[in-house]
T-cell receptor, first 114, second 115 residues
Framework: AQSVTQLGSHVSVSEGALVLLRCNYS??????LFWYVQYPNQGLQLLLK??????LVKGINGFEAEFKKSETSFHLTKPSAHMSDAAEYFC????????????FGKGTHLIIQP | DTAVSQTPKYLVTQMGNDKSIKCEQN?????MYWYKQDSKKFLKIMFS???????INETVPNRFSPKSPDKAHLNLHINSLELGDSAVYFC??????????????FGEGSRLTVL
């Protein structure tokens, strides 16, 4: 069964600093991987997805993630944090089609310090 | 026009009551889901339907009964509500299957509080 592990339930960075949110996956087949963002009292919004094309994936709001098979990782980065980035971030994995849905990590709460 | 819409957004009710949440998607997707998000923000799949057929039924108490009248609608009825049912319930849809990447489109959630 596929799963994802997000290291750090809370990450705090200063405004303008690099954002790095970690995600490692476990999958028996080449995975599709996703990052979602959840702002307070809202639903989840897709940031970006990896579907076995380019290993460096660019998403919305200046975020990007790199798929590294050798490290089974899909870490999310943003060069310069903005106050509006404060939210909950979820990494998720899909085994590749079907109606099984996505398996989500436990989430990382990103705090931006002024 | 909202892609995945669910109602109501908030429910506050007493233990033992019955409540329903409705979900509709206008994306033309074949598959719809219910996820539960607990107080620690953990998301867990409850059910999935593909073209009105139940596909996934996770270990959820049988007090929870989904119903899909057509592929654009998926409702959730909960009987005999318990304190532990308090959570945010998310509806989602996807174009799963051949050619689909499994990307989920979420509604805004329905926050259920059981007193």
């Amino acid at each position: 069964a596929q799963s994802v592990t997000q290291l750090g339930s809370h990450v705090s960075v200063s405004e303008g600093a690099l954002v790095l949110l970690r995600c490692n996956y476990s999958s028996s087949v080449p995975p599709y991987l996703f990052w979602y963002v959840q702002y307070p009292n809202q639903g989840l919004q897709l940031l970006l997805k990896y579907t076995s094309a380019a290993t460096l994936v660019k998403g919305i709001n200046g975020f990007e993630a790199e798929f590294k098979k050798s490290e089974t990782s899909f870490h999310l980065t943003k060069p310069s944090a903005h106050m509006s980035d404060a939210a909950e971030y979820f990494c998720a994995v899909d085994s590749g089609g079907g109606a099984d849905g996505l398996t989500f990590g436990k989430g990382t709460h990103l705090i931006i310090q002024p | 026009d909202t892609a995945v819409s669910q109602t109501p957004k908030y429910l506050v009710t007493q233990m033992g009551n019955d409540k329903s949440i409705k979900c509709e998607q206008n994306l033309g997707h074949d598959t719809m889901y219910w996820y539960k998000q607990d107080s620690k923000k953990f998301l867990k799949i409850m059910f999935s339907y593909n073209n009105k057929e139940l596909i996934i039924n996770e270990t959820v108490p049988n007090r929870f009964s989904p119903k899909s009248p057509d592929k654009a609608h998926l409702n959730l009825h909960i009987n005999s509500l318990e304190l532990g049912d308090s959570a945010v319930y998310f509806c989602a849809s996807s174009q799963a299957g051949t050619g689909g990447t499994g990307e989920l489109f979420f509604g805004e959630g329905s926050r259920l509080t059981v007193l």
